[in-house]
């Protein structure tokens, strides 16, 4: 008979505002550039997990699916707990999937956190930091609240201050498309690692913006630390749009706010975007702009879906 236990966990994706692209060694999902993110709040995955009796059963948001990514983590699950036991996961997100919103980082986030409770491992969240690495190297960040480091070729995700470190800070999650993307990020950075003639300056330049970055951080520089921001993403996108064959994630909505932005920084308020591995745009800014920027979106974009998150905690127990 199968054990009985049914554990529920639930993580928030981890928004990098220096970005981590690039692996330093796949096989152990090392990345090659040091990454600087906030855990946003609002945003979360929750996964309950059960014994199965032969197979690993998945339902993603409701929906049966044989996910490669997700089996493999729970193989090596199995080796690195010593156990012969498949699973039954329910895995629903409170955001799109698979969007270019961090859904891997609170997904493999939450599934590390299930799987060690349901072992009763008892592993730390540095152990646990390392293990969700193994899901997805930006899912070692959102182990952890706040504002986390995860230093090129690192194992684990270091935090760096929790969530009430910058109370002002605010991210707005603009949804300029809700489809699953067309490439992953894990093909999508190997493209750009094997074929892009900016990728070594990519690695070269992400280690003095991030040093920029941090500084900016501490200090509470905020146009400083906006524009290492965009900065990144910049960067980062150029060794995608120069891959063989390039990768475009970019839709016209997704410039459309980027040049919405350009224009509130040009009345003077500080707002600075970024992007991931999907058109969704993200823009950073402080509370007491909000209104205005609000408004200005929505008069640029009136159809537009946003949401607003603040930093937000760590993996936890439900
Ligand atoms: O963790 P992955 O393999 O989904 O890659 C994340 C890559 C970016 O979101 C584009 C950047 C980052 O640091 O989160």
Request: proline share 3%; aromatic share 12%; hydrophobic share 40%.
């Amino acid at each position: 008979m199968g054990k009985m236990i049914n554990i529920t966990t639930q993580a928030s994706p981890s928004l990098a505002l220096i970005k981590y692209w690039g692996k330093q060694n796949k096989k152990q999902n090392l990345p090659a550039t040091t990454s600087l993110a906030m855990t946003l709040d609002t945003l979360h995955t929750t996964t309950e997990i059960s014994f199965s009796q032969n197979k690993d059963v998945i339902r993603l948001n409701g929906i049966e699916k044989q996910d490669d990514k997700i089996i493999q983590f729970l193989d090596f699950c199995r080796k690195y707990f010593k156990t012969d036991h498949y699973y039954t996961l329910f895995t629903e997100n409170n955001f799109p999937t698979k969007a270019g919103i961090a859904s891997s980082a609170s997904g493999f986030a939450a599934l590390a956190a299930a799987v060690n409770a349901f072992e009763n491992k008892g592993l730390d969240n540095k152990a646990l930091s390392a293990l969700a690495r193994r899901g997805s190297a930006s899912a070692s960040r959102s182990v952890f609240g706040g504002f986390t480091l995860l230093k090129a070729g690192a194992r684990e995700a270091i935090p760096l201050e929790n969530k009430d470190y910058w109370p002002e800070l605010r991210v707005m999650v603009c949804l300029v498309s809700a489809k699953e993307k067309f490439i992953g990020s894990r093909e999508a950075m190997e493209a750009s690692r094997t074929s892009s003639p900016y990728y070594s300056v990519w690695i070269k330049s992400s280690r003095s913006l991030c040093k920029h970055a941090i500084d900016a951080f501490y200090k509470k520089d905020f146009e400083k630390l906006g524009w290492a921001i965009r900065q990144s993403y910049l960067r980062m996108f150029s060794t995608m749009f120069t891959a063989h064959n390039p990768i475009i994630y970019w839709e016209p909505g997704s410039l459309q706010i980027i040049q919405t932005a350009e224009t509130l920084r040009k009345n003077g308020i500080a707002v600075f975007e970024t992007m991931d591995a999907g058109p969704q745009v993200k823009l950073f800014y402080l509370e007491p702009d909000e209104k205005q920027i609000k408004k200005m979106i929505l008069q640029e974009c009136p159809d537009l879906n946003f949401m607003i998150c603040s930093a937000g905690k760590g993996v936890r127990y439900l």
